[in-house]
T-cell receptor, first 114, second 117 residues
């Protein structure tokens, strides 16, 4: 069964600090991996996307890594800001029967304190 | 473009009533997804359409749930009869098919918060 596991479940950090969120998956065959940010009461917004051949991708203060061999990804946030408080969701997609099927992790809830 | 538009934003209904959620995808996108999000289970894919055709509805919890996409610019998710355990936020997302048949980024609507009492 395709699964995406994220850790930690929740994280509290001080403004200005760095943090790293983890994502392990068993989705096969692998198509791509996305990290989404979901603010409270809003829909998820894509931060990064990586295919099999990519092992790192940056978007401002967000840097995602991918190890396709160990089926692990991380999202590193540098110099956190209060606006980074949100849920971060890892999504791994597979091609099945010619269709694109995403499997969502349950997310890491990040709280940034002043 | 206004993005993916969902309506209503909030819905409160009594158990047993029919509920219809609506979604207008981004113009030009040919894939549409319906998701349900709860604290316990996170985001769950319910059904996925490609070119208005349902491709995978294995995530639809039971026969009380049905979804339609009569044209490229409109989709509905219907629950009949609704039950308290259906209370959740329902998201609609759309994307377009990029190179190699891989979908590009999925853009999400604001969601419909459904409460069944």
């Amino acid at each position: 069964k395709n699964q995406v596991e994220q850790s930690p479940q929740s994280l509290i950090i001080l403004e200005g600090k760095n943090c790293t969120l983890q994502c392990n998956y068993t989705v096969s065959p692998f198509s791509n991996l996305r990290w989404y940010k979901q603010d409270t009461g809003r829909g998820p917004v894509s931060l990064t996307i990586m295919t099999f051949s990519e092992n790192t991708k940056s978007n401002g203060r967000y840097t995602a890594t991918l190890d396709a061999d160990t089926k692990q990804s991380s999202l590193h946030i540098t110099a956190s800001q209060l606006s980074d408080s949100a849920s971060y969701i890892c999504v791994v997609s597979t091609l099945s029967g010619g269709s694109y099927i995403p499997t969502f992790g349950r997310g890491t809830s990040l709280i940034v304190h002043p | 473009d206004a993005g993916v538009i969902q309506s209503p934003r909030h819905e409160v209904t009594e158990m047993g009533q029919e509920v219809t959620l609506r979604c207008k995808p981004i113009s030009g996108h040919n894939s549409l997804f319906w998701y349900r999000q709860t604290m316990m289970r996170g985001l769950e894919l319910l059904i996925y359409f490609n070119n208005n055709v349902p491709i995978d509805d294995s995530g639809m919890p039971e026969d009380r749930f049905s979804a339609k996409m009569p044209n490229a610019s409109f989709s509905t998710l219907k629950i009949q009869p609704s039950e308290p355990r259906d209370s959740a936020v329902y998201f609609c997302a759309s994307s377009s098919e990029g190179q190699g048949g891989l979908n590009t980024e999925a853009f999400f609507g604001q969601g419909t918060r459904l409460t069944v009492v």
